[in-house]
């Protein structure tokens, strides 16, 4: 469950706390219980996290929701991106490596 740079700021704030703002509490806890539904039917179990952006988990969600934008993509590096530092390697390196190793043997 990702939240944006507001969500994260009110959860900080604690306003999911108040009881004035029930609709927040509600809305932060949709997702929660979606997800939960989700882990119960799969199989094998995905990974469960709850981020905030730019928060140390975001970075693996959004290397997963766009694999092509890292910080070896340089036709990104202008146009404002964030840059995403992930230990997964893409698979065009994979398969480089692979043939590398096959070749070798």
């Known amino acids: 469950v990702f939240h944006g740079d507001t969500i994260s700021a009110w959860r ?3 306003y999911h706390d ?3 703002h029930q609709n927040f509490r ?12 989700l882990l119960q039917e799969r ?3 995905p990974m469960y996290v709850e ?4 928060g140390s988990q975001a970075r693996f969600l959004l290397a997963k929701l766009n694999p ?3 910080h070896n993509s340089a036709q990104n590096a202008g146009q404002g991106g964030d840059f995403l ?4 390697v893409s698979l065009q390196v994979f398969m480089d490596h692979l043939k590398r190793l096959a070749v070798q043997s």
């Open 12 to 14: 900080k704030q604690g």
């Open 43 to 45: 199989f094998p179990v």
């Open 51 to 54: 981020c905030d952006q730019y």
């Open 68 to 70: 092509s934008v890292t």
């Open 26 to 37: 509600e809305l932060l806890s949709a997702p929660k219980e979606d997800a939960a539904m």
């Open 85 to 88: 530092f992930t230990d997964d």
């Open 18 to 20: 108040d009881p004035d």
